[in-house]
Nanobody, 122 residues
Framework: QVELVESGGGLVQPGGSLRLSCLAS????????MGWYRQAPGKQREFIAR???????NYADSVKGRFTISGDNAKKTVYLQMSSLKPEDTAVYYC????????????????WGQGTQVTVSS
């Protein structure tokens, strides 16, 4: 069983910063990508950023230059450093992992965290 646990959300003023963390747990995990999505009220879940096990990073245009994703393979943890936050960044942020689980067959599976609320408001 794979579990993703996020932390670090909260309330921040416009222009402020927050750091989100996500820890993946479970035995026999081979992580291909870990990343972040977000969902604002009334909107679809959207891709924010991801990092591969080799360190390749991808970002949505809306966060480039403001958000930085990093990871620690040994700790199976991914971080999202968010700076210059705007009210439109307000959303529930979800951790995502693309993994292979030993003994679960040859394919890869997607897992999601429970989400952490980020609110940007004065």
């Amino acid at each position: 069983q794979v579990e993703l646990v996020e932390s670090g959300g909260g309330l921040v003023q416009p222009g402020g910063s927050l750091r989100l963390s996500c820890l993946a747990s479970g035995s026999g995990l081979s992580i291909y990508y870990m990343g972040w999505y977000r969902q604002a009220p009334g909107k679809q879940r959207e891709f924010i950023a991801r990092i591969s096990s080799g360190g390749t990073r991808n970002y949505a245009d809306s966060v480039k230059g403001r958000f930085t994703i990093s990871g620690d393979n040994a700790k199976k943890t991914v971080y999202l450093q968010m700076s210059s936050l705007k009210p439109e960044d307000t959303a529930v942020y979800y951790c995502h992992a693309d993994v292979h689980v030993a003994g679960a067959g040859p394919g890869r599976d997607n897992y999601w965290g429970q989400g952490t609320q980020v609110t940007v408001s004065s």
